[in-house]
């Protein structure tokens, strides 16, 4: 809930003298948050319009551009990278909560139960394979 509350808060702080924000987001559960907080950002004179993307691209460029006013749907790494790749300068106007990540396996219940040597699959991008790493690594 403070997660929430701070997003809501940060929104309002970056939306103050507009009255019309426009955020891009990723549906679940970046779009659903957003929706939950219309109201009472409406209660603090901003109207809320939300740009649902499927993919992790077009939210940055849109904001690059200047299409969007904001995204809400990746963490500091992922957007460093992206800065990084595309030459943008995009900034962090607050955090957001980390997506759950886990080991899934037909054959085993529980990390300990991998062989040593096994082969294991983690994410291609530099962000979520480091992530996928330090779960190993637990």
Do not use: C, W
């Amino acid at each position: 809930m403070k997660r929430l509350l701070a997003a809501v808060a940060a929104v309002a702080a970056f939306s103050a003298h507009a009255e019309t924000l426009t955020v891009a987001a990723t549906p679940v559960p970046h779009a659903e948050i957003l929706e939950f907080v219309k109201p009472a950002l409406a209660k603090e004179g901003v109207e809320l319009k939300v740009k649902v993307f499927t993919d992790y691209v077009q939210p940055n460029v849109q904001v690059a551009e200047k299409r969007l006013d904001a995204n809400f749907f990746q963490h500091q790494p992922y957007l460093d990278e992206f800065n990084k790749a595309k030459g943008t300068h995009l900034v962090s106007v607050g955090g957001v909560h980390l997506e759950p990540l886990g080991a899934y396996s037909n054959k085993f219940k529980q990390l300990e139960e991998l062989p040593s040597g096994a082969t294991v699959v983690i994410p291609n991008d530099a962000t979520n394979g480091g992530r996928a790493l330090l779960l190993l690594a637990k």
